[in-house]
């Protein structure tokens, strides 16, 4: 049973424009998330943050916004540059454990 | 600095045959983490070290895995008796001391293809 779904596989977005991609969680166990970035051949890098106790963490062009209520959480980027092209993985760690949860990852397409 | 390394980058291996992958984690990182990504799949947690010690292997698909970290720096994942369904990314991940256990510095992976 997928913890953590990332229900769209890709996603094409207009330079310019902003990038909205989804998250949603089942286990109540999780008090923060992150989402990573990976480029082909390379490793995923760390992205962003957000604690439960927040609702929206903003850094730059990405924000993440968490809705509690719904288990569901977002990755805005804008304006979208055609280096966002990457796969983004939305993960959280278990509280008291040292395992992270990955969804499957959505993969961004920025078009010029 | 340098970041965190992992050889060989792409190994194929014959069923039946065992392969040894390596990892150099940052100088200093404590903790250490091995993941398997299978394709289309997010990074899916395998075994984690602080230091030398070993404290959480549940993720081993099976008795086929071992991994280790005899100096509490360079890590060795070993697969023996490589099967179809080993093939994989298998990443490699470290945190410093301190800080949040959800950001790990990645290496890049060794793509492991089994005929």
């Known amino acids: 049973d997928q913890q953590v779904k990332q229900n769209s596989p890709s996603l094409s977005v207009q330079e310019g424009r902003i990038s909205i991609l989804n998250c949603d969680y089942t286990?109540?166990?999780?008090?923060?998330f992150l989402w990573y970035k990976k480029y082909p051949a390379e490793g995923p890098t760390f992205l962003i943050s957000i604690s439960s106790i927040k609702d929206k963490n903003e850094d730059g062009r990405f924000t993440v916004f968490l809705n509690k209520s719904a288990k569901h959480l977002s990755l805005h980027i804008v304006p979208s540059q055609p280096g966002d092209s990457a796969v983004y993985f939305c993960a959280a760690p278990i509280i008291g454990d040292d395992k992270i949860i990955f969804g499957k990852g959505t993969r961004l397409h920025i078009l010029p | 600095g340098a970041g965190v390394s992992q050889s060989p980058r792409y190994k194929v291996a014959k069923r039946g045959q065992d392969v040894a992958l390596r990892c150099d984690p940052i100088?200093?990182?404590?903790?250490l983490f091995w993941y398997q990504q299978a394709l289309g799949q997010g990074p899916e947690f395998l075994t984690y070290f602080q230091n030398e010690a070993q404290l959480d292997k549940s993720g081993l698909p099976s008795d086929r895995f071992f991994a280790e970290r005899p100096e509490g720096s360079v890590s060795t994942l070993k697969i023996q008796r490589t099967q179809q369904e080993d093939s994989a990314v298998y990443l490699c991940?470290?945190?410093?001391?301190?800080?949040?256990?959800?950001?790990?510095?990645f290496g890049p992976g060794t793509r492991l293809t089994v005929t």
């Open positions: 100088s200093g990182h404590v903790s």
């Open positions: 286990n109540s166990m999780f008090d923060y």
């Open positions: 991940a470290s945190i410093p001391t301190t800080g949040p256990v959800g950001e790990q510095y």
